[in-house]
């Protein structure tokens, strides 16, 4: 059973957390994909994809367009996908429902709010400003902004720090398999999102407590010291 005192500090997920992005990557993704003259995945198919970073992403896009080339041609496409998305990461992306409201409201109410992602900082910050989501956020660790990524503990520990706040006060807010992996790593709860880009049932993620809207997590955070361990 894990110990908990009552929750200081809340950090989340970006992709498939606070905003579904995957309408803007599968875009990127779909022009990238024609430039090198092949078909393009569904949207679908590019949400499996999303979670370990862009390299990872770029590799998933180029086995499956069955591309075998060599370590330089892939760096050479992740570079292009950078160019590609970042200059336009947030025309189709939208934030879940209620997330606006419920940032400003935590804020509000004396939490520490911070964010982990793997996307590159540079797109995860635009992101977060055009959508209208930046200022209840006091600290972003981006994919590249230290030399390891999730699911590896210290960016999430990154941001930890930068929030002032111990391990066993935070909460991670997640959608996947590698939240939950970076979570059990860097020893601080998690919390499911159900609604985003998961790959397994949300009983086969390890998670202290899930929920399916944002509308719901400023309740489950005030009865999180209660909630079981994993």
Partial sequence: MREFRAVEAVIFDLDGTLVDSAPDIHTAAAKLLTERGHASPDLSTVKGF???????????LLDWAGETQDA??????????HQIYQASPAALSRPFDSVPQTLQSLAGAGYRLGLCTNKPLAPARAVLA?????DPIEAVVGGDSLPVRKPDAEPLLHVARALGASPEAIVYVGDSEVDSATAQAAGIA???FTEGYRKSPPEQIPHHARFAHFAELQALLERFPASPGI
Avoid: P, S
Avoid at 72 to 81: N, V
């Fill in 50 to 60: 999303v979670g370990n970073g862009v390299a990872a992403l770029v590799e998933r």
């Fill in 72 to 81: 330089t041609a892939r760096q050479a496409a992740t570079l292009r996908f």
């Fill in 130 to 134: 055009q959508l209208g989501l930046a």
């Fill in 190 to 192: 998690f919390a499911l």
